[in-house]
């Protein structure tokens, strides 16, 4: 894993809410040992799953360890009155698999060559399969693989992980609108290349 410089995703800042005219803020789940254990418990296995499906099993365990370990160095920027803790995670997982958009287009591309019994597969071939048994169907990886990442990040958070375009802006830290527009640009893209096919039809 990488030290200390992870950076969350920007607009994540703790911050006082007025009620009433007292000054207080929602409580934060991540705030003791045990609510950080909860909180690892209940969302290790899809941000997992989601991580493994875009980078492959294979490099899936240290992105999730980091993205574990980034949220609780940086629990007390979390702001739980912004959005849900699963969609932060969710926001720090796709800032790290950022940072390997290479090895997942790899990965992708792999995916998108997979064929049934292939002989003698490298290992770019073998990831790519286990990660096709968990959700992506190889010419779908394929095209994926051709989109711009930001646009890629909006679609995936979208279809793998369920997110609204609420929970995607302030994950990712960007405006509302250019998570539509990235949305819009991704499917326009993935329909170009896949035919006049229903893709990912949620959001």
Known sequence: ??????????????????????????????????????????????????????????????????????????????????????AWLYGIATNLIGKHRRLEARTLRALGRCAPDPESPGHEDSVARRVSAQSLRPELAAALAELDRRDRDVLLLVALAGLSHDEIATALGIPYGTVG??????????RVLLGEIEVFARG
Request: hydrophobic share 40%; net charge positive.
């Open 181 to 190: 527009s990235r949305l819009s640009r991704a499917r326009k893209k993935l």
């Open 1 to 86: 894993m990488t030290g200390e410089t992870i950076a969350t995703p920007a607009g994540w800042t703790a911050r006082a809410h007025v009620h009433g005219g007292t000054r207080s803020s929602p409580p934060n789940v991540l705030d003791d040992a045990d609510g950080f254990a909860a909180v690892f418990g209940a969302h290790f296995g899809e941000i997992h799953s989601y991580v493994a499906q875009r980078l492959g099993p294979d490099h899936a365990e240290d992105v999730v360890a980091e993205t574990f370990l980034t949220a609780f160095r940086k629990r007390a920027q979390y702001d739980p009155a912004r959005a849900n803790v699963r």
